[in-house]
């Protein structure tokens, strides 16, 4: 019997289970929001809860405790330096589950897990050496130009090629189809299936 039991197994053993729920608490911290499924989604969301609740301490203690919980000092700085400030005049709730549609292998029911408030942009890591800034050469509008064509017409070759794929996929499945049906025909006697 599961008495006092309010933990979800999701068919896993514990590693596997405790590597599902950091990997979905850890995207929805650095992006912001992820789609999972309801079950996935209600057990990240207290991981999440009680991480930031830490992460708005900002003192050593915090931050040695949440890299316990991750063991990764980039996770750890986001957390506590972009996503903490968020939240400062929030308590508790920093969650939201919203239905998202239906997983179009297995129909399952999805949701956007996604933080109540929205994230500042990541910061970008600056070169480390003046010289290399420096010396990059200029960008001109007619460089500019060019560079924006070619990725217009990269993504247009792009396109057309995933649209030929479809086209071939779907005509070998239509010949695939019709040939199993002329056989299934052939083979019964042409009549209702006898």
Do not use: W
């Amino acid at each position: 019997m599961r008495h006092r039991l309010n933990k979800k197994s999701f068919n896993r053993d514990t590693k596997s289970r405790r590597a599902l729920l950091m990997g979905v608490t850890v995207a929805v911290l650095e992006h912001g929001e992820i789609i999972t499924t309801k079950p996935k989604g209600k057990e990240a969301s207290k991981i999440i809860d009680s991480v930031i609740s830490k992460a708005k301490k900002g003192d050593l203690a915090s931050r040695r405790q949440l890299h316990r919980i991750f063991g990764r000092r980039d996770v750890v700085n986001n957390l506590c330096d972009r996503v903490a400030p968020v939240f400062v005049n929030r308590q508790s709730g920093f969650t939201r589950l919203v239905p998202y549609g239906r997983r179009r292998g297995d129909n399952v029911a999805l949701y956007r897990l996604s933080l109540v408030e929205v994230l500042p942009p990541a910061k970008k890591s600056a070169p480390s050496d003046k010289n290399a800034a420096t010396s990059k050469k200029a960008v001109t509008k007619d460089t500019a130009a060019k560079q924006s064509h070619l990725h217009d017409t990269q993504a247009q070759e792009a396109v057309k090629a995933d649209q030929n794929k479809a086209k071939k996929v779907t005509s070998k499945i239509g010949n695939l189809v019709r040939r199993q049906t002329a056989n299934r025909s052939t083979a019964s006697g042409g009549g209702r299936g006898k």
